[in-house]
């Protein structure tokens, strides 16, 4: 597992506007540099923040994908995603 | 030698700047102003704010669990929040530094920053409280958002060993100690409320903290705030650490003020100095 690289995805978004605008417009590129399994960029780029939330993403992190409007994120989405999603035990 | 001539706890959360001045006589406006007015009455020199930051200041890199700045300034918000423009604001060093280096004696393994970005946090208190950001502000952090977060006896007994070191300061200081943060809250996690990035998901943790704050009940709520607790009620309710730390720090008694925004999750308090210090000038 690499949620660190996921979690370095919510911290650049907000931290890093370069980045951010990468996100926005071709998201495949902006991850490109990450150290991500299969299944943590898959379900960065279709904006599955609760499926990210129960592999070990810090939710904190993932709303700021919400705040900047990438990945087809909004608070309606994000919400609808991430409500219901759980893990047994905090990462 | 330094002297604590007061404590007081206002939440951060950083749309609050935004909404505030478009709401006549907001509870959260008022409030501020009520706690604005009485650190304004007690005319501190310094002030120590515990906060817990937001995997800003820190990340998963390198994240302490405590740690402190020995700064001449820091900057902040990182976090662009529109209503606040980035900026200095002036710290204390040698405060800072005696924190980090007493705590080390004390059995407090605090990191030390020399170079500190915040974020809200720290920001949106002092907006509200000290507008021309001019007091130096000495940041005391608290890990309460990224689990494993400590036990609440650790964030008290490093409140308790804060306030011992300002209390030996050799510099003619008067200390404000101020807590940052929400109690009952949820942002961007699971009970966020729909279409909304936030929560406040227990309001009877709230009412219970408010009743045992009023009781001076600190013990008991020190021994329930656990971090299986706090992950209960909400991802960001381990904010209260940071007033435990205060309370710690001052060794209170019962809050002068203590008013909920129950629909937040969040309360402001003032508490005065109870053992042995001077209580306003």
């Given amino acids: 597992m690499s949620i660190y690289e996921v979690n370095l995805v919510g911290r650049r978004v907000l931290h ?36 990210l939330y129960e592999l070990g ?35 | 030698m ?18 505030v001045p478009k709401e006549a006589d907001s509870l959260d406006g008022r409030y501020f102003n009520e706690i ?29 669990t405590f740690a402190v700045a020995a700064v001449d300034r820091f900057r902040g918000p990182s976090d662009d929040n529109p209503a606040i423009a980035p900026r200095y604001v002036p710290s204390h060093e040698s405060l ?31 907006h509200f409280l000290t507008p021309a950001f001019d ?8 890990n309460g958002l990224a689990p494993p977060i400590p036990a609440g006896g650790r964030a008290y007994a490093l409140g308790q060993a804060v306030g011992e070191i300002i209390r030996g300061f050799p510099e003619d200081l008067r200390v404000v100690v101020l807590a940052t943060g929400s109690i009952n809250h949820e942002v961007g996690g699971p009970r966020i409320l729909r279409g909304e990035l936030w929560g406040a998901p227990d309001p009877s943790w709230l009412e219970h903290v408010l009743a ?16 299986e607790k706090l992950a209960s009620v909400g991802n960001v309710a381990g904010e209260i650490y940071c007033v435990l730390a205060m309370l710690g720090a001052i060794g209170a008694g019962p809050p002068i003020f203590l008013e909920p925004n129950v629909r ?7 508490w005065l100095r109870t053992n042995g210090g001077e209580e306003g000038r």
């Avoid at chain 1, 890093?16 to 299969?38: C, H, K, V």
């Avoid at chain 1, 919400?79 to 905090?90: E, K, N, Q, V, Y």
């Avoid at chain 2, 045992?212 to 971090?227: C, F, G, I, Q, W």
């Fill in chain 2, 96 to 126: 800072g530094r005696a924190i980090h280096s007493e705590g080390l004696k004390a059995g407090f393994d605090l990191a030390l920053s020399e170079r500190l970005d915040v974020d809200h946090s720290i920001m949106v208190p002092l």
């Fill in chain 2, 264 to 270: 937040l999750g969040h309360a402001y308090g003032a």
């Fill in chain 2, 212 to 227: 045992r704050l009023r009781a001076d009940e600190v013990d008991a709520l020190v021994s329930e705030a656990t971090p």
């Fill in chain 1, 57 to 91: 993403a810090h939710e904190y992190l993932l709303m700021n994908l919400a705040r900047y409007g990438v990945l087809g994120l909004d608070a309606v989405t994000f919400s609808d995603r991430m409500r219901g999603a759980s893990r047994s035990t905090p990462a």
């Fill in chain 2, 135 to 142: 007091i130096p502000v000495v940041p005391v952090f608290i």
């Fill in chain 1, 16 to 51: 890093d506007p370069e980045f951010r605008e990468q996100l926005r417009s071709n998201p495949e590129s902006a991850l490109s540099g990450l150290e991500l399994a299969d299944e943590e960029r898959d379900a960065i780029l279709a904006g599955e923040v609760g499926r």
């Fill in chain 2, 36 to 64: 604005r007015e009485r650190l304004e009455a007690a005319a501190p020199d310094v002030i120590i704010a515990f906060d817990c930051d937001h995997l800003n200041s820190f990340f998963y890199d390198n994240l302490p």
């Fill in chain 2, 2 to 19: 330094a002297r604590i001539v007061a404590g007081f706890s206002t939440p951060h959360t950083p749309y609050l700047p935004m909404v």
